[in-house]
């Protein structure tokens, strides 16, 4: 088992995860909210950890089988829902943490359940991360993570095929990589549209 392969893709993933709550944490310093705090705790949680995982997995051989791709997939989804549930219990909106986590787990697989009856009395922060888990989800979460380039192209159609059902996984472009950023440049495109 190719280890450090797992905690390049898995710490790459909760770097990212760590710039994406700079975002809310903008929307509550813009509604002057103390649960920006939340936000910028978690972030700095997340930069840590994220930091360490990538580090532990410099230098991993490039060799990936489905075992890999199929592990990575598993503990990026984990360690993505337990960073993310972090702001709703830190904030205080949502103290308990499995209440929290079932609330991110919801927005990343836009399944869009909840367990919070008044969702508009929920802070502006939080409501926008709470969304926003949502739209990143919309696309897929290792697609994003895939945008942001693994390092060859069979390792990124190893994760897209680990994490997207069906039978087979294509690509638009040789590079799985390109085909994400095309992707996402389309539903970035289609999401500007939807605001206007």
Same mark, same amino acid.
């Given at each position: 088992?190719?280890?450090?392969?797992?905690?390049?893709?898995?710490?790459?993933?909760?770097?990212?995860?760590a710039g994406l709550l700079l975002c809310p944490t903008l929307v509550a310093l813009l509604y002057h909210e103390n649960s920006g705090w939340s936000f910028l705790i978690t972030a700095a949680i997340a930069l840590a950890a994220g930091g360490a995982l990538f580090l532990l997995?410099?230098?991993?051989? !490039?060799?990936?089988?489905?075992?890999?791709?199929?592990?990575?997939?598993?503990?990026?989804?984990?360690?993505?829902?337990?960073?993310?549930?972090? %702001?709703?219990?830190?904030?205080?909106?949502?103290?308990?943490?499995?209440?929290?986590?079932?609330?991110?787990?919801?927005?990343?697989?836009?399944?869009?359940?909840?367990?919070?009856?008044?969702?508009?009395?929920?802070?502006?922060?939080?409501?926008?991360?709470?969304?926003?888990?949502?739209?990143?989800?919309?696309?897929?979460?290792?697609?994003?993570?895939?945008?942001?380039?693994?390092?060859?192209?069979?390792?990124?159609?190893?994760?897209?095929?680990?994490?997207? %059902?069906?039978?087979?996984?294509? !690509?638009?472009? %040789? !590079?799985?990589?390109?085909?994400?950023?095309?992707?996402?440049?389309?539903?970035?495109?289609?999401?500007?549209?939807?605001?206007?």
């Open positions: 088992m190719n280890y450090r392969f797992i905690f390049h893709i898995t710490g790459q993933a909760v770097l990212v995860e997995g410099k230098g991993a051989k !490039k060799t990936v089988y489905a075992k890999e791709a199929f592990c990575a997939v598993s503990l990026v989804w984990i360690n993505l829902s337990l960073v993310g549930a972090l %702001p709703f219990v830190l904030s205080g909106q949502i103290p308990n943490f499995i209440d929290a986590l079932f609330e991110t787990v919801s927005g990343f697989t836009t399944t869009g359940a909840s367990l919070v009856n008044q969702v508009e009395n929920l802070d502006h922060g939080i409501l926008f991360w709470r969304s926003f888990t949502h739209w990143v989800g919309g696309m897929g979460i290792l697609v994003f993570i895939v945008m942001f380039g693994t390092r060859t192209s069979d390792n990124a159609l190893l994760i897209f095929r680990a994490e997207m %059902p069906g039978p087979d996984v294509g !690509k638009l472009l %040789p !590079k799985a990589s390109e085909t994400a950023r095309i992707l996402y440049r389309i539903y970035l495109a289609v999401t500007l549209l939807e605001i206007v």
